[in-house]
């Protein structure tokens, strides 16, 4: 596995053993365990994602994370510290492609869940790849929102999509991913542009 993937796995699989199954996510109606039990079946049981394509077999993807949501604690983290190297998505040739922005978004929905967090000062590396996922990530998420959205990463890059208003966001590359994510509210951004559109960009909802 590569650096940053496995790094973010880590990280994550620790801040879960201190918070608990319990703990908040950024996740609407997850809990710690729920977020485990998606992450598991991602990685686990590739035939599970069919439900995130059709949705009359959503109910198959839902009942395969609950049945890894509903196993002993410690048992899940340890699954999910260690994946199997036959999974599609994180065998040592897919890993930091599918993983390093699955795995950083999922890490910040369990740490800005918490009270007092802090946005983390990242490596240069880590920003770069972040960026050129964000970049991939927008062509998707904003291709339809009702304002033009410039995303400013200092040192990094600029990127415009959509069309009407224009709103500028300026930040990290990690905090423009959690933004463009759909998990608007969590990110710290600088925001420029017409206050109306500002908001209707802060309540759209990402096709992600």
């Known amino acids: 596995m590569t650096a940053y993937a496995h790094g973010e796995r880590l990280q994550l699989v620790s801040l879960l053993r201190q918070v608990g199954p319990d703990a908040p996510t950024l996740c609407a109606g997850w809990d710690a365990r729920d977020l485990v039990g998606h992450l598991l079946a991602r990685e686990r049981r590739p035939d599970s994602g069919i439900g995130l394509l059709i949705r009359p077999l959503a109910g198959w993807s839902e009942r395969v994370r609950r049945g890894y949501a509903e196993q002993d604690w410690d048992v899940l983290l340890e699954l999910l510290a260690a994946p199997p190297w ?11 492609l599918a993983n390093t922005m699955e795995l950083f978004l999922h890490h910040e929905d369990v740490r800005r869940a918490q009270p007092e967090w802090q946005p983390r000062d990242l490596p240069v590396e880590l920003n770069e790849l972040l960026w050129r996922r964000l970049s991939m990530l927008t062509t998707v998420s904003m291709r339809r929102l009702p304002v033009r959205v410039t995303l400013a990463a200092p040192d990094y890059g600029e990127r415009t999509v959509g069309s ?16 463009a994510s759909g998990r608007q509210e969590a990110a710290r951004l600088a925001t420029e542009g017409p206050t109306e559109s500002v908001r209707a960009l802060r309540e759209a909802r990402f096709a992600v």
């Open 86 to 96: 036959w999974s599609p998505v994180s065998n040592p040739l897919t890993d930091e």
């Open 164 to 179: 009407g208003p224009h709103v500028r966001l300026t930040g990290p590359p990690g905090e423009l991913l959690v933004f």
